[in-house]
């Protein structure tokens, strides 16, 4: 999101963040109007560490209340799908359905978001949970309320972003419709702070890849790199989908249904080596690892496919759209021993993760999770279980499971997880670590870097942290009962990619 610097709330700025940087002569009504917002919450008697955060929600309750005025059906899009999930349409408030219209501004919406905001850092990186009924989140969202109702009768409607987004030869161009789902997961107010939790993550792994075959990209195509990934491999939203996704629900809302089925199915591999099959006068037929084939037009490369028939592997990040395999993003050539390489070390990493579960599932009869006391314990069980030496699990790895205590092991049919110091907090029958003093801040760790994705899913949908719980002025069993409830929905929103 392009928030903007030093509090100056220019149009310019307004207009930046909009979709495809489209305009519109009610840009200088919001922009203004955001500007309002953050004056009138600025000298607000709020706390203070809120007040660091009053610039982003009120640039994302602008642009919330633009979505709402106009009908983009971005928010209405969340709504949609949280109660497709989960019976209701928002998480967290006994909001009265009958009364809660999706073409209107809603109270509980803005103390959402506002709660969302003050929240996606501080949960991700420090694991601080506040309850969304907090007092000093309901004033703010009291303030920002009261000037939004004044202002909706008035405020004009944005009709250019809802004409762009309905307009079917949008979608006819596979390049056109990736610039809207890269907008949705680097600009749109609802995705933005969710997807900047991750960038520095997806920055790490450029480099690694292009580290992996020694090339060095310049700056124009490294961000072109970057923002094709955006576009359909990254996670985001509240929800934690992808951003193809949220465009087929909104799609779905201006019953453009066929379009809709189109970009909501549309399947992302993100880079990979590929064996080069064969070459026709107007494709390439490509297979990875397992000998899948791919079928990829000559059109859409930049040499044509005589030129590349010297090489016999492919690297390239690959979508398939409408039935169509094509480049999603930079394509390298390289000679056969590149591709036969890489597999074999893939192929003999993704057996050794196979073979290691099934030893550890064998000895503890079917068991998905087991639990260790400490770091030397698990050493020693690595020790005896395989002949793989924990001296050669290197770095910083190594020396954190080393130091760590309560260390859980998830076991999946393709490998396991290793989850430091979380077993205090997983209730469960065979877990003789568990700690019922301290089980009630537990659901912190389902968001931790520590616990992987495959272990939340598990810990969520087997109930296994039943006495967590939030804090609440209602009491304990209330603040349990919030936790309990939208257990899902804080691991989809604040495992950001990574549920």
Same mark, same amino acid.
């Given at each position: 999101?392009?928030?903007?610097?030093?509090?100056?709330?220019?149009?310019?700025?307004?207009?930046?963040?909009?979709?495809?940087?489209? %305009?519109?002569?009610?840009?200088?009504?919001?922009? !203004?109007?955001?500007?309002?917002?953050? =004056?009138?919450?600025?000298?607000?008697?709020?706390? &203070?560490?809120?007040?660091?955060?009053?610039?982003?929600?009120?640039?994302?309750?602008?642009?919330?209340?633009? =979505?709402?005025?106009?009908?983009?059906?971005?928010?209405?899009?969340?709504?949609?799908?949280?109660?497709?999930?989960?019976?209701?349409?928002?998480?967290?408030?006994? /909001?009265?359905?009958? =009364?809660?219209?999706?073409?209107?501004?809603?109270?509980?919406?803005?103390?959402?978001?506002?709660?969302?905001?003050?929240?996606?850092?501080?949960?991700?990186?420090?694991?601080? #949970?506040?309850?969304?009924?907090?007092?000093?989140?309901?004033?703010?969202?009291?303030?920002?309320?009261?000037?939004?109702?004044?202002?909706? &009768?008035?405020?004009?409607?944005?009709?250019?972003?809802?004409?762009?987004?309905?307009?079917?030869?949008?979608?006819?161009?596979?390049?056109?419709?990736?610039?809207?789902?890269?907008?949705?997961?680097?600009?749109?107010?609802?995705?933005?702070?969710?997807?900047?939790?991750?960038? $520095? @993550?997806?920055?790490?792994?450029?480099? &690694?890849? #292009?580290?992996?075959?020694?090339?060095?990209?310049?700056? @124009?195509?490294?961000?072109?790199?970057?923002?094709? !990934?955006?576009?359909?491999?990254?996670?985001?939203?509240?929800?934690?989908?992808?951003?193809?996704?949220?465009?087929?629900?909104?799609?779905?809302?201006?019953?453009?249904?066929?379009?809709?089925?189109?970009?909501?199915?549309?399947?992302?591999?993100?880079?990979?080596?590929?064996?080069?099959?064969? +070459?026709?006068?107007?494709?390439?037929?490509?297979?990875?690892?397992?000998?899948?084939?791919?079928?990829?037009?000559? *059109?859409?490369?930049?040499?044509?496919?005589?030129?590349?028939?010297?090489?016999?592997?492919?690297?390239?990040?690959?979508?398939?759209?409408?039935?169509?395999?094509?480049?999603?993003? /930079?394509? %390298?050539?390289?000679? !056969?021993?590149?591709?036969?390489?890489? !597999?074999?070390?893939?192929?003999?990493?993704?057996?050794?993760?196979?073979?290691?579960?099934?030893?550890?599932? *064998?000895?503890?009869?079917?068991?998905?999770?087991?639990?260790?006391?400490?770091?030397?314990?698990?050493?020693?069980?690595?020790? =005896?279980?395989?002949?793989?030496?924990? $001296?050669? +699990?290197?770095?910083?790895?190594?020396?954190?499971?080393?130091?760590?205590?309560?260390?859980?092991?998830?076991?999946?049919?393709?490998?396991?997880?290793?989850?430091?110091?979380?077993?205090?907090?997983?209730?469960?029958?065979?877990?003789?670590?568990?700690? %019922?003093?301290?089980?009630?801040?537990?659901?912190?760790?389902?968001?931790? &870097?520590?616990?992987?994705?495959?272990?939340?899913?598990?810990?969520?949908?087997?109930?296994?942290?039943?006495?967590?719980?939030?804090?609440? *002025?209602?009491?304990?069993?209330?603040?349990?009962?919030?936790?309990?409830?939208?257990?899902?929905?804080?691991?989809?929103?604040?495992?950001? @990619?990574?549920?």
């Amino acid at each position: 999101m392009h928030k903007p610097q030093n509090y100056k709330f220019s149009v310019n700025a307004w207009r930046e963040s909009q979709l495809l940087c489209i %305009s519109s002569s009610s840009d200088f009504y919001y922009s !203004k109007l955001m500007k309002r917002l953050y =004056d009138t919450l600025k000298v607000a008697p709020i706390c &203070e560490p809120v007040k660091d955060d009053l610039v982003e929600i009120s640039w994302i309750l602008a642009h919330y209340f633009e =979505d709402v005025v106009s009908g983009f059906g971005l928010w209405r899009a969340f709504t949609n799908l949280h109660k497709q999930y989960y019976g209701r349409f928002l998480p967290f408030f006994d /909001v009265d359905e009958s =009364d809660y219209y999706q073409d209107e501004m809603n109270f509980a919406d803005i103390q959402l978001i506002i709660w969302m905001v003050i929240m996606v850092e501080d949960a991700i990186n420090e694991g601080k #949970f506040l309850n969304p009924e907090n007092v000093p989140i309901k004033r703010i969202a009291e303030i920002a309320y009261n000037l939004l109702d004044e202002e909706f &009768e008035k405020a004009p409607i944005n009709t250019s972003i809802p004409l762009l987004l309905k307009e079917e030869k949008l979608y006819d161009n596979f390049f056109s419709m990736r610039e809207v789902c890269q907008w949705i997961c680097i600009d749109s107010y609802l995705c933005s702070m969710f997807t900047k939790t991750v960038s $520095d @993550n997806i920055d790490d792994e450029m480099s &690694e890849i #292009f580290g992996s075959i020694c090339v060095e990209p310049d700056e @124009n195509m490294r961000e072109y790199v970057i923002a094709t !990934k955006y576009a359909f491999d990254v996670k985001t939203g509240p929800l934690c989908i992808y951003p193809q996704q949220w465009l087929a629900q909104i799609l779905l809302q201006y019953g453009m249904t066929d379009i809709s089925i189109d970009v909501g199915s549309i399947v992302s591999k993100p880079f990979a080596f590929y064996d080069v099959k064969r +070459i026709n006068d107007d494709e390439m037929i490509w297979t990875d690892y397992h000998d899948v084939e791919y079928r990829l037009k000559d *059109k859409d490369f930049s040499e044509s496919c005589q030129h590349k028939a010297k090489y016999s592997t492919a690297f390239s990040p690959i979508a398939r759209y409408r039935g169509q395999w094509q480049p999603n993003g /930079v394509s %390298s050539w390289y000679t !056969k021993k590149m591709f036969t390489d890489s !597999k074999k070390k893939f192929l003999s990493q993704e057996l050794g993760d196979k073979n290691f579960a099934e030893l550890i599932e *064998k000895k503890y009869s079917g068991r998905k999770l087991i639990y260790f006391r400490n770091g030397k314990e698990w050493s020693k069980f690595m020790t =005896d279980l395989t002949d793989l030496k924990t $001296d050669k +699990i290197k770095g910083d790895l190594k020396q954190h499971l080393l130091d760590s205590k309560n260390i859980a092991i998830f076991i999946d049919p393709t490998g396991i997880s290793i989850a430091p110091d979380v077993a205090s907090f997983i209730k469960d029958d065979s877990n003789p670590y568990y700690n %019922s003093k301290v089980a009630s801040g537990g659901f912190s760790y389902l968001i931790n &870097e520590n616990c992987t994705s495959e272990l939340a899913h598990y810990i969520v949908e087997n109930h296994l942290m039943p006495e967590s719980r939030l804090s609440s *002025k209602l009491g304990e069993e209330h603040g349990r009962r919030l936790l309990q409830d939208n257990l899902d929905f804080i691991a989809r929103c604040f495992r950001t @990619n990574n549920y």
